[in-house]
């Protein structure tokens, strides 16, 4: 099931946790709190690996289930719903897959994650999964122990596991323990942060802010208010006016520079030095298009090169050391 940007706003969600915690390497409880209250939440944006991880999910689930089947598991997939805390509604989980079965003999439940990744992190997925996917699952085992203990049941046998994609080819999964009080840690810390930060429309401190920081918190210019500084923020005035007449000076080097080398090379395309190759100049064209034509204009049989407003000739200039 997938949720509206403006739906995930009324609740905490697995791949918020880890985030919230500290855990998350791409996102911060600030990004959090901001995605939660923003007036128009846009969501992920779809990029090649978000695409590629979920067309890839199906067959990733597949390949784990193929691997429990041989190791004697007897299981079936079940459907994933969205489930909630039974007396938190902020508090709510979708896991990737769950599967239902037997195992020696026995009922089991085998809750799994999905997940892909390039080459460059096979090093986070040598032994265990990382803490910032850890936390996910113990988010989701947590809603599910809950649900029990609201209903005076017993939690069935259940294994946590994860499936991840390595670099396109290189499959690995891994089972997790979860334990009781990693249950009450997650829980805890998304309770913690809805009550005193959503709830109270307070942001979580933070060291430095960012443009994302400054945007939600200041959208507006009061005209004609006036603060007074104070000797440190005079400082950073005078750093931030000192490094952009700096940037400033060193544009106009550059280009003074690579305009003087383009003159000496002509219509060379490498400069040697000795036997080295130290710049070089490419030339191509550019080509411009009136869109807005395009958009009104536009038929299948349309000659495309009408609506072509120019082509120009650029000749760039790379440093090759």
Same mark, same amino acid.
């Given at each position: 099931?997938?949720?509206?940007? *403006?739906?995930?706003?009324? !609740?905490? =969600?697995?791949?918020?946790?880890?985030? +919230?915690?500290?855990?998350?390497?791409?996102?911060?409880?600030?990004?959090?709190?901001?995605?939660?209250?923003?007036?128009?939440?846009?969501?992920?944006? *779809?990029?090649?690996?978000? !695409?590629? =991880?979920?067309?890839?999910?199906?067959? +990733?689930?597949?390949?784990?289930l193929s691997e429990r089947s041989r190791e004697g598991y007897n299981i079936e997939r079940q459907e994933a719903l969205s489930t909630a805390h039974p007396t938190k509604t902020y508090i709510r989980g979708h896991p990737d897959a769950i599967f239902r079965g037997w195992k020696d003999g026995q009922p089991i439940r085998c809750f799994l994650e999905i997940k892909t990744t390039d080459s460059r992190n096979a090093s986070n997925w040598t032994h265990l999964a990382p803490p910032y996917y850890y936390v996910q699952l113990a988010w989701y085992a947590m809603i599910n122990a809950r649900n029990y203990e609201n209903r005076g049941e017993t939690l069935p046998d259940t294994e946590y596991w994860f499936a991840v994609l390595i670099g396109g080819n290189n499959y690995k999964d891994c089972q997790?323990?979860?334990n009781s009080n990693d249950m009450d840690l997650v829980e805890s810390k998304g309770d913690e942060f809805w009550k005193e930060h959503i709830e109270k429309e307070v942001m979580p401190e933070y060291d430095e802010p960012d443009e994302r920081i400054n945007s939600f918190l200041f959208p507006h210019v009061e005209q004609h208010k006036i603060l007074e500084c104070d000797d440190f923020m005079k400082k950073k005035v005078d750093e931030y006016r000192t490094l952009k007449s700096a940037m400033k000076n060193m544009y106009?080097?550059?280009?003074?520079?690579?305009?003087?080398?383009?003159?000496?090379?002509?219509?060379?395309?490498?400069?040697?030095?000795?036997?080295?190759?130290?710049?070089?100049?490419?030339?191509?064209?550019?080509?411009?298009?009136?869109?807005?034509?395009?958009?009104?204009?536009?038929?299948?049989?349309?000659?495309?090169?009408?609506?072509?407003?120019?082509?120009?000739?650029?000749?760039?200039?790379?440093?090759?050391?």
């Open positions: 099931m997938d949720f509206t940007p *403006e739906e995930r706003q009324e !609740y905490i =969600g697995g791949s918020d946790i880890s985030a +919230i915690m500290g855990l998350n390497p791409w996102k911060t409880p600030q990004d959090i709190f901001i995605e939660k209250l923003e007036d128009d939440p846009k969501g992920l944006k *779809e990029t090649d690996y978000l !695409y590629w =991880g979920k067309a890839l999910e199906e067959s +990733i689930a597949d390949r784990w997790v323990d979860i106009a080097q550059e280009k003074h520079l690579k305009e003087l080398i383009k003159n000496k090379m002509g219509e060379a395309q490498y400069m040697v030095y000795g036997n080295e190759k130290i710049a070089s100049q490419t030339e191509y064209d550019r080509t411009s298009i009136n869109w807005e034509e395009v958009a009104k204009n536009y038929e299948s049989d349309s000659d495309f090169n009408k609506f072509v407003l120019s082509q120009t000739k650029k000749t760039t200039i790379k440093s090759l050391r």
